[in-house]
């Protein structure tokens, strides 16, 4: 019994470490999304310049990179959500067996 304890605070840790894991991970999916909405607008600000069209590929580029940054973001948002209900299905059975075991 005296280990239990110890797996107790290193399942914690563990958690602590997950939680901060994804924190980076969709703190980086707002910045992918800012980052196709501002260089899709460049894009198309600097092909205005180029082709003297302003404000049409300005435009585009913009609405470019909001559907493609969007389509991106909820693709990931979505595959961030199935990991949290995969993690918490695990997590509840691993809670059941902690419980088994100490009876």
């Known amino acids: 019994m005296p280990l239990l304890p110890f797996i107790r605070r290193k399942k914690r840790r563990e958690a602590e470490m997950e939680a901060g894991r994804n924190l980076y991970r969709i703190s980086g999916m707002g910045m992918e999304l800012t980052g196709a ?3 899709m607008t ?3 600000l600097l092909a205005d310049h180029w082709l003297d ?3 049409w590929l300005l435009i585009t580029g913009a609405a470019v990179g909001l559907v ?3 389509y991106n ?3 990931q948002a979505l595959r961030e959500n199935r990991r949290a209900l995969r993690d918490v299905r695990s997590g509840d059975k691993d809670t059941h067996d902690d419980a088994a075991a100490q009876r």
Request: positive net charge.
């Open 53 to 55: 069209t302003s404000p």
């Open 37 to 39: 909405i501002v260089g």
């Open 42 to 44: 460049l894009l198309g």
């Open 68 to 70: 493609g940054g969007f």
């Open 73 to 75: 973001f909820l693709k």
